[in-house]
């Protein structure tokens, strides 16, 4: 067994505006486990917001990562590996992506199964409608043909409803929005009563991760459900974010394990919070990984793959708006499709 690492820049198809930043690429690391016949695969995505670089990664990789001799156990190999990765979350998630791809693998059954799952028709994913040029929203929509519901980027300083209003111009989808911290208590307020009367399902992450005063006083008076991003990192977070937030969005990137995500999943049930099931921008691998977890969250939004133009793999699809998994062979069910250098 050894592992390899390769870094690749992911190329939006157009800039993806949020209310803090605005990129045209990103750059990721995938993993790869080495065994045999199997390669298992995993992806980094880290995020600025989370104090996460490619530098850091990179730090930590070309140190070399050392793995157990004689290794059959996933639990075994993980906890030998984790260690090692110095706490960064986006690192983590791609090794441990990698570690349940390799056991999949090895058991022979698709990743979902490993977990108890049993679906291969998935729920439905929204399409994200990121923060740019108002001339530019037409296309925008009709890029998000194939999904039914939209996740809208808000946070701007004035143009707000008028990105509603525009989009309501053109489709009655249903509409989610994500403010990424953008906004201020009074105009939360404002910007929650209006859109109540839009078609919208819920607001995620109006304040500052930090602001949990104003949190809990908007979920007080708000018609609509407040889901947690940036508060919601890890399950040691969820019994704090009851009394501020009707769910939580899980990303592997943030929690940095599987373990971490199906631990949150089953305290988030218990504490009666939905459960949103997110990504970064993320290549196939990331995005196919996440999704065999979707059958067990009330919310997907998985469509990272979607918004950029040079995904190197081949997982997970959109039909009728809904996640389908391509296939069910063993492990996460990737193929490569563009052969580059580095990549396996």
């Known amino acids: 067994m050894k592992i390899k690492y390769c870094k690749n820049r992911i190329n939006l ?139 809208v980027k808000l946070g701007t300083p004035d143009n707000d409803k008028e990105i509603i209003r525009r989009i309501r111009k053109k489709t009655d989808k249903l509409i989610r929005i994500d403010a990424n911290e953008g906004w201020d208590y009074e105009k939360a307020k404002i910007m929650a009563f209006w859109l109540a009367d839009m078609n919208v399902e819920f607001i995620e992450q109006p304040f500052s991760a930090s602001n949990i005063k104003d949190t809990k006083r908007l979920k007080s008076i708000s018609p609509l459900p407040l889901i947690a991003d940036e508060n919601s990192i890890s399950s040691n977070d969820l019994n704090g974010l009851v009394d501020c937030f009707d769910g939580i969005n899980i990303k592997l990137m943030k929690c940095g394990s599987f373990d971490e995500a199906l631990k949150m999943i089953d305290l988030a049930k218990k504490l009666e919070l939905k459960i949103m099931l997110g990504c970064m921008v993320e290549s196939s691998v990331g995005i196919t990984a996440a999704a065999h977890l979707s059958s067990a969250c009330d919310f997907i939004d998985l469509d990272g793959n979607l918004l950029i133009k040079d995904d190197p793999y081949n997982g997970v699809k959109i039909e009728d708006g809904h996640l389908k998994l391509q296939s069910l062979k063993a492990g996460l069910g990737l193929n490569l499709k563009q052969k580059k250098f580095g990549l396996l």
């Not at 198809?13 to 605005?22: E, K, L, N, Y």
């Not at 070309?62 to 996933?74: A, F, K, Q, W």
């Not at 990121?130 to 296309?139: C, F, K, T, V």
């Open 13 to 151: 198809i157009h800039p993806f505006g949020i209310s803090r930043s605005t990129n045209d690429y990103y750059d990721i690391i995938y993993i790869y486990i080495l065994d045999g016949d199997i390669i298992a695969r995993g992806e980094a995505a880290p995020s600025k917001r989370y104090n996460e670089s490619i530098e850091s990664i990179l730090s930590v990789l070309h140190s070399g990562l050392i793995v157990p001799e004689n290794c059959n156990s996933r639990d075994h190999l993980w906890n030998f590996l984790k260690p090692q990765l110095k706490g960064i979350s986006s690192l983590e998630a791609a090794v441990n992506m990698a570690v349940w791809d390799w056991s999949a693998q090895k058991e022979k059954l698709p990743l979902f199964n490993m977990f108890g799952f049993k679906d291969e028709i998935l729920p439905k994913t929204s399409y994200t409608i990121a923060i740019g040029n108002l001339n530019e929203l037409d296309e925008r929509l009709e890029e998000s043909e194939q999904c039914s519901i939209l996740k």
